[in-house]
């Protein structure tokens, strides 16, 4: 099968006029022409396939939204190939919004003034959309959405997630191929997020719509996503299936032994001390061969150990210990 989405050393690199301070500076800006180069995206190569759920993770500034820009098109690329359903997005910008839809988080595409509904039927006439697949799609989008009791109401008197809920129905209104999402849950409260997680994962199991989106809420990815990108200054650092990560780095378990009176600096052969509270010393099992009945036998009854906790990494402890190894790890592959 064609990949749904290719990208190939792509590169986006922003020019800024250099600011010098004062008014004198601000003046000699007006005439200098000395600018300063952000690289924000930087040799970016994947491939995506029809019907996939992808995280786009990486911290602030890592250049995710540049990415996303790019492949609906709103961004040209600086440098390499992008190819989105077979099209350069930039240059077929029409073409490509016909078969995508985007939701970013902190912009809205709903007109604030007016009822939800009456936004939906501008998407309507704006995407041609035919009657029948415009009433089917809006029923199984109300429905699955919740958006009954609020789709007759202003935009601007609804609640965030309300927002969100519509913004998502909003861009699925066409039956795109691809959706994009920036951050669609940011804000939102624990209940909000939950719904929003268990539709985008419904219409990529149920309607094969492809699934791009970036976030900061590693549950996001956890519960829509099994494969994730993970850039950092504008570099891929990651591109895999996240329990193949997970199984890489989740051998880092956290052991707390607490004993009845401080035994002084213990180190151990079979696990690392992390932290030497006195009494309480926490350790990683970095070793996943190694049990805690081994760690148990080498500390031996000569300390009075007290209690004992064992706690499997989560998904933030991962990508942590991902982000702090990435010299280490830098290019794995799927
Ligand atoms: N229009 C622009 N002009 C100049 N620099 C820009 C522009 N857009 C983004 N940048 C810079 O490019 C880099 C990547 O920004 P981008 O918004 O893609 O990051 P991000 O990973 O989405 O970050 P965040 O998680 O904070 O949203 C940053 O250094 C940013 O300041």
Redesign the pocket.
């Known amino acids: 099968m064609a990949p749904i989405i290719s990208a190939v050393g792509v590169g986006k690199t922003?020019r800024?006029l250099k600011r010098q301070a004062g008014f004198g500076g601000a003046l000699r800006g007006l005439v200098s022409r000395d600018y300063t180069e952000?690289r924000?995206v930087e040799g970016i190569a994947f491939s995506i396939e029809p019907g996939e759920a992808v995280g786009y993770l990486?911290p602030?500034?890592?250049?995710?939204?540049?990415m996303i820009k790019m492949m609906t098109g709103i961004l040209t690329p600086s440098a390499g190939t992008l190819s989105v359903l077979g099209r350069e997005p930039h240059s077929n910008r029409i073409l490509n919004a016909r078969d995508i839809g985007v939701v970013f988080g902190q912009r809205s595409q709903l007109w604030w003034d007016l009822p939800v509904r009456d936004s939906f039927e501008l998407n309507r006439h704006i995407y041609d959309i035919p009657d029948s697949r415009f009433a089917d799609n809006l029923a199984y989008l109300t429905q699955m959405l919740d958006m009954g009791s609020y789709i007759g109401r202003p935009v601007r008197q609804l609640s965030l997630g309300q927002r969100m809920r519509a913004e998502i129905a909003m861009a699925l209104l066409h039956d795109p191929k691809i959706l994009f999402l920036d951050e669609p849950t940011i804000g939102l409260d624990v209940v909000a997020k939950d719904a929003v997680r268990r539709f985008l994962a419904e219409i990529n199991r149920e309607r094969g719509t492809t699934i791009i989106l970036?976030t900061?809420d590693l549950v996001d990815i956890e519960q829509i996503c099994p494969r994730l990108i993970m850039v950092d200054d504008g570099k891929l650092l990651f591109d895999g299936e996240l329990r193949h990560l997970r199984a890489t780095l989740g051998s880092r378990r956290r052991l707390t032994l607490e004993f009845a009176t401080d035994p002084g600096p213990l180190t151990l052969k079979t696990a690392t001390l992390a932290a030497d509270e006195g009494a309480a010393k926490h350790y990683l099992l970095e070793n996943e061969a190694v049990s805690l009945i081994d760690v148990l036998n080498e500390v031996g009854p000569a300390h009075g150990l007290k209690d004992i906790k064992l706690e499997e990494p989560d998904i933030e402890e991962v990508i942590r210990t991902f982000y702090l190894n990435k010299p280490k790890l830098a290019g794995s592959a799927p």
């Open positions: 922003f800024q952000i924000a990486g602030n500034g890592a250049g995710k939204s540049t970036t900061h």
